[in-house]
Structures are given as C-alpha cells and as structure tokens.
C-alpha cells in the first residue's frame, strides 16, 4: 500500500509542475533556454524514477515497498508463509489418510481369559487396547489426468490381527499388516470401466472394518460370521448413471491371498440408487471353498437404506449363505442372519444408534456350534473438533446354548459389555 501512495504523489507533483502556467512566477521575463534545459533534465530524472518503481511493484508481485525515489529497484521479500508447502500440494494427486482407533472393553461375565465371546475386532475386555491404527495412500483414476490409480491401506492392531487371521502364514507373511493394496484402471469404455486388481475388502455386508464409518463401534456377528472380510483377485466396476451401476469380481476365495484350492471365486454386484432417499446393494458370491473343488460356497447379501431427513437413517442387512459340506451331514451346511439399523443425528456432534441382529448357524458351521443368536447393541456418538470421534457404547449378546464363558470358564447364555472408544482421524485432502 506504501508503494500506491509514494508513487502517486510522484504523479501529482509531475502534473503540478507540467501544468502550471508561466505567469504564475515570480520572474515574468521569457525563460533562459538554460532554465528549460535544466527543468527537462528534472523532470527526466523523476520519470526514470517512477519507471524503477514500477518495475520494483512487478518482481515483488505489488506486494511488498516501492523503492524512494533515487533507490535502487530492489524486490522486497515474499510475504512471510506465502510459499509453505503443505501435505495436499506434496503429494500431489496422492491423498494420506488415516486414524488411530483406542478403546476400554469391560465385560460383566468377567472372564478368565479377559476376552470377549464371539468377538474378533473387540476381543479383549476389562482392559485397554488397540483396535486399529491405520494409514492409507489414495490416488484415485480420472479420464481426464490419468487412468491409472492406487490404494494402499497399512494397518496394526487387534483388527489387522482379526482380518489376515486365516491366511496360512498365520499373521507372520508379507501381507500381515496389509488391508489393501490394489492397482486400477479406468479403461475408456462408455463413462469409464474401473479395473481393479490386488487385495480388496469385500463388497458385502452393511458394516466396514473402520469403526468410525459403522454407525456403532462394534462390528456384529453378521460382519464376523456370515460374510468374508477381504478378497485378492479382480474387479471391474461400470457406473451406468447416478441410479445403477453393476461389479464383477474374479478372486481367489474367502479371506486369502494365497488360495487353497485350484478353484476361482466369482460374485457380482448391483447397486441401485431409486431415490436419494433409498439405496439397494445386492451382492452374490459362489465359488469353491474347500480344499475339494466340488463343492461351491454361494452367499447371498442385501443391504437396503433408507434415509428419510437429515437426522432419521434405517438400514437392513440379510445374508444366506451354503454350500460346504462337512463329516456327518448328507445335505451342506448353511446360515442365516438379519441385522437392523436406527440412526438419529441430534445435531452435528451427537448422534444415537441402535443394532439388532439375528444370526442362526444351523450346523454350527460358522461358529463351531449349532446355536441361533439375538443381540441389542445402543451406541452414542460424539464428535469432537470434526477430527476426534468418541463413543460409548452398550451389548447385549444372547445364545440359545451355553457358549459364553464367565469367571472361571462358566458356560453361560448371555454377555453384557460396555465400551469407550475413542478415534482420531486426519486426512491430507482437508487442506486443500
């Protein structure tokens, strides 16, 4: 602003001085060619002068002083800060992402093993502990920058433990602290076909494995039982519009990068989106399992939601699974399980959820025991700055056979739990 004034000022002195009339001085006699010459002489001197000034308010981005006249035209320094990289303008089209998932479990059966029945991601109790810490690198494809793209997610904690439990390396391979890692491609087919290859969680159920995208903090026994938690294969999705698009999967199996067998999972996806009030995934997988390639697992997967207003969100979840066949049944085995949702956002800080599910594992395929579940889980939710998610939270988990565990290795048919949870998140793309 300082350089504006000095160099206006400069131009009214020169418009003073070019306009004012010959009689307005003291000496009425004609002037000497001598005083001309010198005048002219001035007047060159002040224009170089303002000339320096503009090319100074140039370099400095007419941001910083215009020099006095006579100084040299030096640029002034950038504005303190104006050139601080930040994360987003560092990695460019790559996003980093993550969060660190704390909690305290207690359980009311307290149980000598300090552990939750039926449980994988919040297994133990009446203790502290870590469910997830987890990192994340994104670069998603675009038609118009560049088809290629990655996501890369690295984990550890009681999660990561839970989900690469059932790979034959036994949490000790390459891939023990590996949640996804896969390749896409956007091939240029319609409005763009993406490929992905790698290790992908699986498209089913109504639940994920972060807990800060699930309405409650633990996962339900529909998540851990009735439906794998990851693939390594392939996928290819097409979005048709804004109401439908529809994947196709290729992969090795269940929960393993490394097959077990010769065989070849396949399944497909729907997505249909009638409203912005209703949205539909139907999911179907079937493929062999077993080390036998005879004999297909197919599992059938709905999830329906319904979001009346802003506050009000309902959400349904079923799945049928069958097809494996184990010593002593002549038909295969099967599953079954139903899970409702109820959320309602108080305002952007508070918010209210509630679970029930019903899981039945007619041959005890699933869970070693033939046995039928109901559960009640009520979670309130608290947000703190947009980056600190807390959460308190009530279970009750109810068998129809003695298969919880309490004191001293008691078999009894129920388990109470509460857990505080506690998540912290960040994310590069904020600071765009």
Same mark, same amino acid.
């Given at each position: ?13 020169? %418009?003073?001085? *070019? @306009?004012? +009339?010959? $009689? ?7 002037? !000497? /060619? =001598? ?126 433990? %839970?989900?690469? *439990? @059932?790979? +034959?390396? $036994? ?7 590996? !949640? /996804? =890692? ?130 009000? @969100? ?119």
């Amino acid at each position: 602003m300082k350089n504006y004034c000095r160099l206006a000022a400069v131009l009214i002195v020169l %418009a003073l001085q *070019a @306009s004012r +009339p010959v $009689a307005a001085q003291t000496d009425t006699s004609p002037p !000497k /060619e =001598a005083d001309l010459t010198a005048k002219v002489d001035e007047l060159q001197r002040e224009l170089e002068d303002v000339r320096a000034q503009l090319v100074a308010l140039k370099k400095d981005g007419k941001t910083g002083d215009a020099p006095a006249p006579g100084a040299s035209a030096s640029p002034a320094p950038a504005a303190s800060g104006s050139t601080t990289p930040t994360i987003a303008s560092l990695l460019g089209p790559t996003s980093l992402s993550g969060f660190v998932d704390m909690y305290y479990g207690y359980n009311a059966n307290q149980p000598a093993s300090r552990t939750n029945g039926f449980r994988f991601f919040d297994a133990p109790a009446n203790q502290f502990a870590l469910n997830l810490v987890e990192l994340v690198l994104d670069k998603a494809p675009d038609a118009a920058a560049s088809r290629t793209g990655y996501h890369i997610a690295v984990g550890f904690g009681q999660a990561i433990n %839970a989900i690469n *439990a @059932s790979e +034959p390396s $036994a949490g000790i391979g390459f891939d023990q602290y590996l !949640k /996804e =890692a896969y390749f896409s491609y956007l091939a240029p087919v319609g409005k763009g076909l993406q490929v992905d290859f790698g290790k992908f969680v699986t498209p089913a159920g109504a639940e994920v494995i972060e807990t800060k995208d699930n309405w409650n903090y633990s996962r339900g026994l529909l998540f851990n039982y009735a439906i794998p938690l990851y693939h390594f294969g392939m996928r290819a999705k097409y979005t048709f519009n804004d109401k439908y698009s529809l994947t196709g999967y290729v992969v090795n199996g269940w929960n393993n990068v490394v097959d077990n067998n010769t065989g070849k999972t396949y399944g497909m996806s729907l997505g249909w989106n009638p409203t912005k009030k209703w949205s539909v995934a139907q999911n179907y997988m079937a493929g062999p399992e077993q080390a036998s390639n005879s004999n297909w697992r197919q599992l059938s997967d709905t999830v329906i939601t319904y979001t009346p207003t802003s506050k009000w @969100s309902f959400m349904v979840n079923g799945d049928y699974g069958r097809g494996d066949r184990v010593a002593g049944l002549i038909r295969p085995v099967f599953w079954t399980g139903v899970a409702g949702y109820v959320k309602y956002v108080v305002n952007p800080k508070y918010t209210f959820a509630t679970r029930y599910e019903y899981y039945n594992d007619h041959d005890g395929f699933t869970t070693g025991t033939i046995q039928h579940f109901n559960g009640i889980t009520e979670t309130f939710e608290h947000t703190i700055a947009g980056h600190i998610l807390t959460r308190l939270e009530y279970r009750r988990d109810m068998s129809n056979q003695p298969t919880f565990l309490k004191g001293a290795n008691t078999p009894v048919m129920a388990q109470d739990t509460a857990t505080a949870g506690l998540v912290f998140m960040f994310d590069s793309r904020e600071a765009k």
